[in-house]
């Protein structure tokens, strides 16, 4: 008597194919994994070997045979201004921030609210995002000029000193404004898509509960946003360490340095100050704000992978609203 075969065992795959089966599967993936991998390789990793790599040497953009210097070249870099550059950096990575995180996550808000015609709204916050910086920093400098600029001619008409570019806190603030002007729009996009996803359940049961605007806000959607927050502050932060356009357009890095920060100071070792600059300074520096911005954007994405504390807050709204 032939001996009988349970239905599971026969509804099993054999090894054979269960093996072919996963080395399709791998192929597959390889296919779509392995010319990004490559493309990553070659235009990232090798580029930053090689910039660490010659951060090492002394030598001009017109030298041809670079000495080794070892680390002299990062000692070097807070001789002649770099620490400087990274003050200037910092402080306009502080502000440029503060204005587009506020700036976006406000406008952000008003679009939030159903009212005819504000989809349409919504396309002029783009604008800034497509137009070619260069152009667009060319208008902002002419804004500037005194006497005859947009912006002194309307703080003329209402009584208000001018501002110059002459001067060193007019010039920052100068810089954070269009830097701010031209990616808040980013921010806004990104905050309005994740108001749309917010729970309206949660958010109409507190509205029903009692709780106002800035309550819902406080209790509910700021919450909820955390990790939406976090990420277009990475993305600011980031954006504002890599600062150089408006710069060049608008101060050229003045007046006396105010406005030079860490890039600028890359670009003009390496190709501003001629035979007199420095490769290996540039270079050093590209690795220090390289440095910088791994340091702050592991430490932000560390905030990021706390345990969201959104369901907690939702649960508390209650207790919380009734004691506002």
Do not use: C
């Amino acid at each position: 008597m032939p001996p009988i075969r349970s239905k599971a065992r026969r509804s099993m795959p054999r090894p054979s194919i269960a093996r072919r089966g996963r080395a399709r599967h791998w192929g597959t993936a390889s296919a779509f994994v392995l010319p990004v991998l490559g493309l990553t390789v070659l235009f990232s990793v090798v580029p930053l070997v090689m910039v660490i790599r010659r951060s090492l040497y002394a030598g001009n953009i017109f030298g041809t045979n670079l000495t080794f210097s070892g680390l002299a070249n990062y000692r070097e870099v807070f001789a002649t201004g770099g620490g400087h550059a990274l003050i200037v950096t910092a402080v306009y990575t502080a502000g440029f921030v503060a204005v587009v995180m506020g700036l976006g996550g406000g406008i952000a808000l008003l679009l939030d609210v159903k009212l005819p015609g504000l989809r349409q709204v919504r396309a002029f916050f783009v604008i800034p995002l497509v137009v070619p910086p260069v152009a667009t920093a060319f208008i902002w400098f002419t804004f500037f000029q005194p006497g005859t600029g947009l912006f002194n001619r309307a703080l003329a008409a209402a009584g208000l000193g001018q501002v110059s570019l002459s001067s060193a806190t007019d010039a920052m603030i100068a810089v954070i404004a269009f830097g701010a002007w031209q990616f808040f729009g980013e921010a806004v996009l990104l905050y309005l898509a994740a108001l749309k996803t917010l729970p309206r359940d949660v958010l109409d049961a507190a509205s029903v509960d009692g709780a106002s605007a800035w309550q819902r806000l406080r209790w509910i959607r700021w919450p909820l946003l955390r990790h939406q927050t976090a990420l277009i502050t990475i993305v600011a932060t980031l954006t504002g360490l890599q600062a150089f356009t408006q710069i060049y357009i608008l101060t050229n890095g003045g007046p006396q340095g105010a406005t030079q920060t860490a890039l600028y100071y890359v670009y003009d070792q390496a190709f501003g100050l001629g035979a007199s600059g420095s490769t290996g300074l540039a270079d050093a520096m590209s690795v220090i704000l390289f440095a910088i911005s791994l340091i702050v954007t592991m430490t932000q994405l560390a905030l990021i992978s706390r345990p969201a504390r959104g369901a907690q807050a939702t649960r508390t709204v209650p207790a919380r609203m009734g004691r506002a």
